[in-house]
């Protein structure tokens, strides 16, 4: 099963019969947790990587220098195409390299606060659990404050929360549906806050069910 990333949408509507306005939450759904960007950026190269191929050697750097890094709130997950490469020029630093102004297309990954994602329970302990989205872009932790209240930890050789009734157990490798409250981005990784508490929320398969996520 696929990542999918949700957003909701406020409605509001008249009632035909009370004529009282009245509100409902619209889900909406992407196909893809990615959003695609136009971003532009100063890359420098050494004199000796200019010549004949410097666009193939530019566009080599850019995705060795921005892809998997994260910045400004999002991780750049793909280079998809390059849009211009301005004139180089060699700045006053000293260092003697050429620097380009290249402006680039990508996608990215922007976990956004209210953002209802899919993920993969990865561990669980007695403070809540830890879960990763399918591309392994960040990494979700959901305290067992914003469980639902009925969920209770089971320690063991496999910790897991189970519901009062035992209808719901959450465990290593359980696929949940959670809501992000926050989150924090780093040079190198995102790591958001979930939650379990809302309508639509929860358990959506059996632990072991989803392997090929």
Do not use: W
Not at 90 to 111: L, N, T
Not at 143 to 153: G, K
Not at 156 to 173: A, F, R, T
């Amino acid at each position: 099963m696929g990542c999918f990333k949700f957003r909701l949408y406020a409605v509001c509507r008249t009632d035909p019969i009370s004529k009282k306005p009245e509100y409902f939450v619209n889900i909406r759904s992407a196909k893809t947790i990615f959003s695609p960007m136009v971003l532009t950026r100063n890359m420098q190269l050494h004199p000796r990587s200019i010549g004949p191929n410097v666009r193939e050697n530019l566009i080599a750097k850019l995705i060795k220098d921005v892809q998997g890094t994260c910045n400004h709130g999002y991780s750049v997950v793909a280079i998809a195409g390059v849009d211009d490469i301005g004139e180089g020029k060699i700045p006053d630093d000293g260092s003697g390299f050429v620097a380009y102004p290249v402006k680039y297309q990508c996608k990215v990954f922007e976990p956004d606060e209210g953002e209802i994602m899919d993920v993969m329970v990865t561990m669980v302990n007695k403070m809540g659990f830890f879960a990763q989205d399918e591309n392994r872009l960040c990494k979700i932790f959901v305290s067992n404050h914003l469980m639902p209240d009925d969920m209770e930890f089971q320690s063991g050789n496999i910790p897991y929360y189970l519901s009062s009734d035992g209808s719901v157990k959450i465990q290593e490798d359980t696929l949940v549906r959670l809501k992000i409250v926050g989150s924090r981005v780093d040079a190198t990784e995102i790591f958001c806050v979930g939650s379990l508490r809302g309508d639509f929320l929860g358990v959506i398969n059996d632990a072991g069910a989803c392997r090929g996520f």
